[in-house]
């Protein structure tokens, strides 16, 4: 099975990390992230990355190249792509896939835009209770999943 279509069981059949390493390790040599191929995203963001896929797979059928890295996942309320694939046509084509993503809920699909949300660390100084933000989680999420997740609109 090559990359693409590996990566195309990925989005429909794996849910973890674990399975993935499980079932495909033995296939990948070490490169970009902890398992080349493996798709991190949530099921909102599947279909724009399914169609990017396919459309990087005509690329690769088309103009006979050789695809040994596809790595998706989140990052930063973003879309990240590496690819080992430096021709222009795929290089439109993950950037397009990027730009819907960023107006695109990662939970459901819907309409979305960037979203935070706190962490804090909780400490006594002098005797007195303090509270600090120590950091930001970011999302793209519809009004619905920020909402029910704790996330506010950045």
């Known amino acids: 099975m090559d990359p693409v279509n590996l990566t195309r069981y990925f989005l429909l059949h794996c849910d973890s990390y674990e399975a993935v390493h499980k079932r495909f390790a033995d296939r990948f040599s070490a490169t970009l992230g902890r398992l080349p191929g493996v798709v991190e995203i949530g099921s909102g963001w599947r279909p724009l990355v399914w169609e990017m896929l396919e459309c990087i797979e005509k690329v690769v059928v088309r103009d006979n190249l050789e695809v040994h890295t596809i790595l998706i996942k989140d990052k930063f309320g973003g879309l990240r792509v590496r690819c080992d694939i430096q021709a222009d046509d795929v290089l439109k084509l993950v950037n397009n896939a990027i730009g819907e993503a960023e107006k695109t809920c990662e939970q459901c699909g819907q309409p ?43």
């Open 112 to 154: 979305g835009w960037l979203c935070r949300k706190e962490t804090y660390r909780r400490d006594v100084f002098n005797g007195f209770q303090v509270v600090e933000v120590v950091d930001y989680w970011y999302k793209t999420l519809c009004s619905v999943h920020a909402l029910s997740s704790g996330y506010e609109k950045a």
